[in-house]
């Protein structure tokens, strides 16, 4: 049984920093291809943040986080991370952490989810 645990959200000031951590569990190693960050405001439909690439750490970023969030990975701990800095108050959404283990083709069909973390960014 796969299982995704997010950890790291709370609320922070605007301009400030959170670090979001996924925890991966339940195949054995290598059982993903991708994993990526998620994200839904209340009102609003789910929308992609970021991803990584397991093989070669090559990353994917929506344009709106550019130059303020970094992913990053851990392939021994089948953990990602996700810097967050410079937050704004749009930022402010449940994170959630999914893996792409169907193909080894990027695309944004993911196929595990984590039960998500609150992230609130304060003005």
């Known amino acids: 049984q796969v299982q995704l645990v997010e950890s790291g959200g709370g609320l922070v000031q605007a301009g400030g920093s959170l670090r979001l951590s996924c925890a991966a569990s339940g195949r054995t190693s290598s059982w993903w291809y991708y994993m990526g960050w998620f994200r839904q405001a209340p009102g609003k439909e789910r929308e992609f943040v970021q991803a990584?690439?397991?093989?070669?750490?090559?990353?994917y970023s929506a344009d709106s986080v550019k130059g303020r969030f970094t992913i990053s990975k851990d392939n021994a701990k089948n953990t990602v991370y996700l810097q967050m800095n410079s937050l704004k108050p749009e930022d402010t959404a449940v994170y959630y952490c999914a893996a792409r283990t169907r193909s080894s083709s990027w695309s944004l069909e993911f196929d595990y989810w984590g039960q998500g973390t609150q992230v609130t960014v304060s003005s």
């Open positions: 990584i690439r397991r093989s070669t750490g090559n990353t």
